[in-house]
């Protein structure tokens, strides 16, 4: 059976970053044992020029349809001045909310090549690969009651309401302990549990749910302000971070900068559907980056690592992930940059360049596939 597969490439960098995530989805159907059922649709400003919405009905009923879905980006200053409802960005919470998206994979990856763009000592970030996930539909991003509230004597008061249940936390947390089981077998869950209440449910819940289903597992607790610390002193001691949706999107931002390079970022959304299938979004981190669209200068490793991410979580062959991301090394290794991570002594690619020097790489090695084994 074919996967299928929907590409949604959205604004700006967006369809030149997935057009090389296009020729790579080619080669493995050609030279390996997968094969896709693709569909492609529109997101984002795109959207709203044919649709008049950013994420239409039609769109959502597909992508839920979908195994996996892929994005490249949205927005840009030609949507800068439509409706707040309606702007680009609002598509995107959209297909999260709907797809009921609540764990948020953000790995940061050093790659020795480019271990120079980390402003931390070589070091402390060599052979870094740990993985944040943060809980992404709940906490205080939507917690009732909010507002902002005219006190009548020339004050106000804003309020956001910090709230979780345990079944927000388990479901999020057995994300983490099974993905820490492919990894190195570790779990650090982070909270405020010395000032928060809703920190010392997360952190009562956690340890509830190792003790019955994951006790192989290795867990740890850390208060969120101490991980910060510990991300810039020593972070190559976290394997799998798992913290709420305010402090995921901090800590997600600083392990993200300690690899120095936004276009080399990838990043995954899960959910659970009704049926027990798990709904998947895969998108880089960065956004549309208007400056330099349409020149040929975009980074497209960012959402062909995000496509690494589908073959190994959504599509279970981590064996095909490990192949891509050894040709992603392996390019970066012999020098091939594109501008944003360019350095003395490389050599400057364009972003299809890239796309077609790293096919050449892919079919350079051999493949190992996992039927084949
Ligand atoms: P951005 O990530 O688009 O760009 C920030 C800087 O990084 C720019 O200088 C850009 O040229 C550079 N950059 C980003 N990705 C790159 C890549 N792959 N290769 C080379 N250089 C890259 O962030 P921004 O400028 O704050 O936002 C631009 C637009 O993108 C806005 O409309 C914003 O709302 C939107 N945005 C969308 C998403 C998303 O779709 N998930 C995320 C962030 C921002």
Redesign the pocket.
Known sequence: MPYSLMILP?????PE?MSEVKKVISWLQENADIEFDIQEDLV?GAAIDAYGVPFSDETLEKCKKADAVL???????K??NVDYNI???AG?LRIRKELDLFANLRPAIVFDALIEASTLKEEVVRGLDILIVRELTGGVYFGEPRGIEDLGNGQRRGVNTQVYTTSEIERVGRIAFDLAKKRSNRVCSCEKANVMESGKLWREDMSALHAAEFSDVELSHMYADNCAMQLLRNPSQFDVIVTDNLFGDILSDEAAMLTGS???LPSASLGMSGTGICNALY??????????AGQG???????ILSFSMALRYSFNRGDLADHLEQAVQNVLNSGIR????MADGCKQVS?SEMGDILVERLSAQPLQSQSAA
Request: hydrophobic share 40%; proline share 11%; glycine share 20%.
């Open positions: 959205g604004d700006g960098i967006g970053a984002g994005l490249g980006a949205v927005g840009g200053p949507w800068d702007r680009p960005e995107l936004l276009g080399m998108e880089p981190v960065h956004g549309s980056a208007p400056d330099i200068k975009a980074n497209p490793l960012a959402s594109t501008a944003d991570i972003t």
